[in-house]
């Protein structure tokens, strides 16, 4: 047993020596293709976007299915518009009353300006009346002190003056109540034109509601998840479906409080996601958090300060994700590579191909 030991003893040391130094390459090849960079694991998310009804009504129709491909102001969904219909039609109607109540109010001023000048014409009659008493009466009162003339002309012309004076007032009352009487028309008028505004104003409104009646969808991206059926009764902001624009993907990692105040915006990152290891993906930093996560309540010591991670994100470039909507999934991990080093050199591991390079280029 002793001599069987002896034979291979030297073969295991030599073993053992050989994956040591191995092992020991690899450490420092490791350490050297990534000096001035910093690493960090990673999931690829997606801009999410709620499709819901302004309005509470129910859902008439849904024209997409989970997994759809739909463009900026495509119809998503409608909702029924029996009852904005119908209100529509009760606005349209109150319009044209209203339009009608302006004509008429209009016709009231015309009137109460034909008014006004029959009773301007009446003061000027009453006044060339009033003229001719009192000049009877002068004469009247010559004769009577001559005494050519009886008392009782007299008494009658001076009662035709009086007469001649109440009928001139009542005139100009006449006048000043048409005047009034115009400036209450002119006011009906104004108040028959706010209402039809106001007729216009509540058109336009349902005409609005009716447009929100078409659930379109606000930019380019992909059907993930149908929340409501047609036939169902919403609530006012009810959520009936959920896009992901995929043309604003990224990844948010975490990196050491050490390397976060090292990262710049716009600093270079390479994306290796474990569902394709032979793609390397390039992407940019777009966001860096500017309180740390994971932190301790109290930090008093070194070891504690290590446990500081900021978070990160890159994101991908649009004319990329443009080129290969098929392929964009959301939630797959990944290994994000950050360029700490503006003058450090990405290893050929981490090489763009030059496939990709074209895409950014153009």
Do not use: C
């Not at 009137?111 to 001719?132: G, N, P, Q, Y």
């Not at 930019?219 to 992901?244: F, P």
């Not at 105040?261 to 994306?271: F, K």
Request: hydrophobic content about 50%; charged content about 25%; cysteine-free.
């Amino acid at each position: 047993m002793k001599t069987h030991l002896r034979k291979w003893l030297p073969l295991a040391m030599l073993v053992i020596l050989g994956a040591g130094a191995w092992l020991a390459w690899s450490h420092w090849n490791d350490s050297t293709a990534t000096d001035g960079f910093v690493m960090g694991n990673g999931r690829m998310e997606a801009t999410e976007i709620d499709v819901a009804t302004k309005l509470p009504g129910r859902l008439a129709e849904v024209h997409v299915r989970e997994g759809d491909f739909v463009r900026a102001g495509d119809v998503l969904a409608r909702m029924d518009v029996s009852a904005l219909n119908a209100a529509r039609s009760e606005a349209e109607a109150r319009h044209a009353q209203a339009r009608h109540g302006v004509a008429t109010a209009h016709a009231q001023v015309a009137l109460r300006e034909s008014d006004l000048r029959a009773a301007r014409a009446l003061v000027t009659l009453r006044e060339s009346e009033l003229d001719a008493a009192r000049r009877r009466l002068n004469r009247s009162e010559a004769l009577a002190r001559d005494g050519a003339s009886s008392q009782q002309e007299l008494d009658d012309d001076r009662a035709r003056v009086q007469g001649a004076q109440a009928a001139l007032a009542a005139a100009q009352a006449q006048a000043d109540a048409a005047v009034a009487a115009i400036q209450a028309a002119q006011t009906q008028v104004t108040g028959a034109e706010a209402q039809v505004a106001a007729a216009v104003a509540s058109v336009a409104r349902i005409d609005a509601d009716l447009q929100d009646a078409d659930l379109r969808a606000p930019r380019d991206g992909r059907v993930q998840i149908i929340t409501a059926r047609a036939g169902e009764v919403l609530g006012a902001g009810g959520r009936v479906l959920n896009l992901l624009d995929l043309a604003d993907v990224y990844m948010t990692f975490f990196v050491p409080e050490t390397d976060a105040g090292r990262i710049a915006l716009g600093s270079e990152v390479r994306i290796v996601l474990d569902a394709a290891p032979e793609y390397v993906i390039p992407a940019q930093v777009s966001f860096v958090a500017s309180q740390a996560q994971f932190t301790p309540k109290t930090v008093e010591t070194a070891s504690e300060r290590q446990k500081l991670m900021f978070r990160v994100r890159a994101q991908l470039p649009p004319a990329l994700l443009r080129r290969h909507l098929e392929q964009v999934k959301t939630g797959v991990p990944g290994v994000a590579w950050l360029k700490l080093d503006a003058q450090a050199h990405w290893p050929e591991s981490l090489a763009v191909t030059q496939s990709l390079q074209t895409i950014l280029e153009d």
